[in-house]
């Protein structure tokens, strides 16, 4: 079990989604709900949770009622604004996905698990494995499993993770001469 795929690329079709075009063309200037479920789930799985939110504003009461797809999107999403982890994970086993967005649902879940594991990393030095378990949606045997790929320790007698720390990215320094002629640059610009 691999958490480390990396997101599918999605920018491209999200801008499609998005662009106005696609609303011009539709009948009203309003987009069918499949243009809408795609978009909001593209924002989700992107952790894009401002423009998901706007996005919500934006769609028609008549389509958010009509379509329950649409409203188990937006509850994924509510559990991602509140960092719900477990509620993200229940809310999206909990909804059978449209065959469009079944993948995107699976990548927002896959995506999650991978944000979860790496908060964890940052902030525990060592967890409870049933605590984690839950907050990256496995069940605990899944889940010590998955740490020990990761390169993690589990104590199995006491049930417990203790997570690696990531390793901080090296700091890339300006040498002084670079940093010299950009200041250089940077006022010469403001003077003329």
Same mark, same amino acid.
């Given at each position: =079990?691999?958490?480390? &795929?990396?997101?599918?690329?999605?920018?491209?079709?999200?801008?499609?989604?998005?662009?106005?075009?696609?609303?011009?063309?539709?009948?009203?200037?309003?987009?069918?709900?499949?243009?809408?479920?795609?978009?909001?789930?593209?924002?989700?799985?992107?952790?894009? =949770?401002?423009?998901? &939110?706007?996005?919500?504003?934006?769609?028609?009461?008549?389509?958010?009622?009509?379509?329950?797809? %649409?409203?188990?999107?937006?509850?994924?999403?509510?559990?991602?604004?509140? &960092?719900?982890?477990?509620?993200?994970?229940?809310?999206?086993?909990?909804?059978?996905?449209?065959?469009?967005?079944?993948?995107? =649902?699976?990548?927002?879940?896959?995506?999650?698990?991978?944000?979860?594991?790496? %908060?964890?990393?940052?902030?525990?030095?060592?967890?409870?494995?049933?605590?984690?378990?839950?907050?990256?949606?496995?069940?605990?045997?899944?889940?010590?499993?998955?740490?020990?790929?990761?390169?993690?320790?589990?104590?199995?007698?006491?049930?417990?993770? =203790?997570?690696?720390?990531?390793?901080?990215?090296?700091?890339?320094?300006?040498?002084?001469?670079?940093? %010299?002629?950009?200041?250089?640059?940077?006022?010469?610009?403001?003077?003329?």
């Amino acid at each position: =079990m691999c958490f480390c &795929r990396k997101l599918i690329p999605v920018s491209f079709l999200a801008k499609q989604l998005n662009s106005s075009s696609v609303q011009s063309k539709a009948p009203g200037g309003i987009a069918n709900p499949q243009v809408y479920s795609q978009l909001l789930a593209l924002y989700l799985l992107h952790n894009d =949770m401002n423009n998901a &939110r706007y996005l919500w504003k934006r769609i028609p009461p008549a389509i958010k009622s009509a379509h329950s797809e %649409l409203g188990g999107i937006w509850e994924v999403g509510q559990k991602i604004w509140q &960092r719900d982890f477990p509620g993200i994970y229940t809310s999206i086993s909990a909804c059978q996905w449209s065959e469009a967005i079944q993948p995107v =649902m699976e990548a927002v879940r896959d995506a999650t698990r991978r944000r979860a594991f790496g %908060l964890v990393s940052q902030a525990y030095t060592s967890i409870s494995a049933d605590d984690f378990a839950a907050f990256v949606g496995l069940s605990v045997e899944e889940a010590v499993k998955g740490v020990i790929e990761q390169g993690w320790q589990a104590d199995l007698a006491t049930r417990m993770v =203790m997570p690696k720390k990531p390793d901080s990215a090296p700091l890339s320094l300006i040498p002084n001469e670079q940093q %010299l002629a950009r200041l250089t640059d940077y006022v010469a610009f403001l003077e003329n």
